[in-house]
């Protein structure tokens, strides 16, 4: 709003500087017109500056002043060149627009290939910062172990969160649905837990992008001009961030690579909480959520017994492991079932 009053004025000052001065002969109102249009001119070019990333706006500067340089020395040519005055100065304007435009286009058009950070401490915090930052979407932060992650220091740079997704989140925490409410406030508490922990950096950027409806393609907009990477675990998300050519680090994948690995003939103790899928099978769990088959196990549900893994099967959905119980039948004691087991 501070902006809209500061432009408003600037109009209004300019016309009337032009309305009271009328330069170039005019009459008072064409002048008056004719600086506020100018004024409006400014405006648009300012809109079209604030555009810019700093390295085409240092590249348009740059350019326009050896463009601007330029002219001057071939100015300097015209004046002892053999013309009269009005066809020299019609020249050496010609000359000073045309470099100075030139100079503008190609500085602004190849400013992406400059390093602000070489030109001083000054322009150092520009992309690096973007570049290290990473976008959150809506089903990483309701997941809420990008929390743990990032408290742990395994994870580093700005954790961006745009509006729109917080707006997302408030939708889902004002759903009518209990399921829907209780995971949208779930996410709400776990940008507060980072917010304030002061080892997370988490910022909440404005940007938006009206032309687009779908949350998902605006996140990838988002991080594409931010140079930053995509935090998610929602698959579908993940294979549309790889054809748009954008860096995803996906929380799924970090936890299946965190899991122990397991070879066939290693002993495990597992305790069977199920009848499996096929005769005779007991299926169990490791504390990581890992499904255990265990042969000839279904009269063993509610007691742990030792297995030898025979085989591990990797999946879409994880890891599965498949085993038999050991020759020796050390089984241990029935166990009272949990919460998790009285639910099954």
């Known amino acids: 709003m501070d902006l809209v009053v500061v432009r408003?004025?600037?109009?209004?000052?300019?016309?009337?500087?032009?309305?009271?001065?009328?330069?170039?002969?005019?009459?008072p109102l064409v002048a008056m017109g004719v600086g506020a249009g100018s004024a409006c001119a400014v405006i648009v070019f300012e809109f079209r500056v604030r555009a810019l990333t700093l390295r085409r706006l240092i590249g348009a500067v740059a350019g326009s002043v050896l463009g601007i340089f330029g002219a001057a020395l071939f100015c300097l040519v015209?004046?002892?060149?053999?013309?009269?005055?009005?066809?020299?100065?019609?020249?050496?304007?010609?000359?000073?627009?045309?470099?100075?435009?030139?100079?503008?286009?190609?500085?602004?058009?190849?400013?992406?290939?400059?390093?602000?950070?070489?030109?001083?401490?000054?322009?150092?915090?520009?992309?690096?910062?973007?570049?290290?930052?990473?976008?959150?979407?809506?089903?990483?932060?309701?997941?809420?172990?990008?929390?743990?992650?990032?408290?742990?220091?395994?994870?580093?740079?700005?954790?961006?969160?745009?509006?729109?997704?917080?707006?997302?989140?408030?939708?889902?925490?004002?759903?009518?649905?209990?399921?829907k409410r209780q995971r949208g406030r779930r996410g709400l508490d776990m940008l507060q837990r980072m917010q304030s922990n002061p080892a997370v950096q988490v910022q909440i950027v404005p940007d938006d992008f009206p032309s687009i409806r779908e949350v998902d393609l605006k996140l990838l907009e988002l991080a594409k001009k931010w140079e930053?990477?995509?935090?998610?675990?929602?698959?579908n998300l993940n294979k549309v961030a790889h054809l748009h050519h954008v860096e995803v680090l996906n929380?799924?994948?970090?936890?299946?690579?965190?899991k122990p690995v397991v070879l066939p003939g290693e002993h495990m103790n597992v305790l069977i909480l199920k009848e499996g899928k096929e005769y005779n099978q007991g299926v169990g769990y490791l504390d990581d959520g890992t499904m255990v088959v265990v042969d000839?196990?279904?009269?063993?549900?509610?007691?742990?017994?030792?297995?030898?893994?025979?085989?591990?099967?990797?999946t879409a959905s994880g890891k599965m492991i498949f085993g038999k119980m050991d020759e020796n039948g050390k089984n241990g004691e029935p166990q009272r079932p949990g919460p998790v087991e009285m639910a099954r």
């Open 78 to 179: 015209l004046r002892s060149a053999p013309l009269n005055t009005s066809t020299s100065a019609a020249l050496q304007i010609f000359v000073l627009l045309l470099m100075t435009y030139v100079g503008l286009l190609v500085g602004a058009t190849k400013g992406d290939l400059l390093n602000p950070a070489a030109l001083g401490t000054i322009f150092a915090s520009d992309r690096p910062t973007r570049r290290s930052a990473k976008v959150l979407d809506t089903s990483v932060i309701i997941d809420g172990r990008i929390a743990d992650i990032a408290e742990a220091g395994f994870i580093d740079g700005v954790m961006v969160v745009p509006e729109f997704v917080l707006r997302e989140l408030q939708t889902v925490a004002d759903s009518t649905d209990g399921s």
């Open 228 to 235: 930053a990477k995509v935090v998610t675990n929602d698959f």
């Open 8 to 27: 408003l004025l600037f109009v209004a000052l300019l016309a009337g500087v032009s309305y009271f001065l009328h330069p170039f002969s005019l009459s």
């Open 296 to 314: 000839h196990a279904r009269k063993m549900i509610g007691r742990a017994v030792e297995i030898s893994v025979t085989s591990v099967l990797q």
């Open 251 to 258: 929380i799924n994948d970090l936890a299946n690579a965190l």
